[in-house]
C-alpha cells in the first residue's frame, strides 16, 4: 500500500522560507512521478508544482515560478518543495501526491495522496 507523508510545514513571516519533504512507501519511487498540489480555505486544490521521473522535466503554477523548488532523491524515496520568499496568498494545505505523468494538472489525475501539511504565511 503507497504512504506519503508530508512534513515541514508550519508558520513563517511573509518572505521566510519552508522546505516541504513527502517521504514514499510501498512501491517503486523513482518509477514514478511526484509533486505537490494546495488548497487554500474556500478554494479549490490547485497545482503547484511537479517533476517527472529522474528529475528530467519539472513544472510549476506560474505564481510560484522563481519562487519554488521541487526536487527529489529517488535514493531516500523522498520529495521536497523549497518555498522561497513566501507570500500570504501562499497559505494552504500542502499535499504530496505521486502518479504516472508530471505535466498532468488536476488533481484527478494523480494516484496516491499524501494527508497535506499546513503551511500559514504571516504579512
Known amino acids: 500500500q503507497v504512504q506519503l507523508v508530508e512534513s515541514g510545514g508550519g508558520l513563517v513571516q511573509a518572505g521566510g522560507s519552508l522546505r516541504l519533504s513527502c517521504a514514499a512507501s510501498g512501491r517503486t519511487f523513482s518509477a514514478y512521478a511526484m509533486g505537490w498540489f494546495r488548497q487554500a480555505p474556500g478554494k479549490e486544490r490547485e497545482h503547484v508544482a511537479s517533476?517527472?521521473?529522474?528529475?528530467?522535466?519539472?513544472y510549476y503554477k506560474d505564481s510560484v515560478k522563481g519562487r519554488f523548488t521541487i526536487s527529489r532523491d529517488d535514493a531516500k524515496n523522498t520529495g521536497y518543495l523549497q518555498m522561497n520568499s513566501l507570500k500570504p496568498e501562499d497559505t494552504a494545505v500542502y499535499y504530496c501526491?505521486?502518479?504516472?505523468?508530471?505535466?498532468?494538472?488536476?488533481?484527478?489525475?494523480?494516484?496516491?495522496w499524501g494527508q497535506g501539511t499546513q503551511v500559514t504565511v504571516s504579512s
Open positions: 501526491v505521486q502518479g504516472t505523468y508530471a505535466w498532468k494538472l488536476l488533481p484527478s489525475s494523480w494516484d496516491y
Open positions: 517533476i517527472s521521473v529522474a528529475g528530467g522535466s519539472t
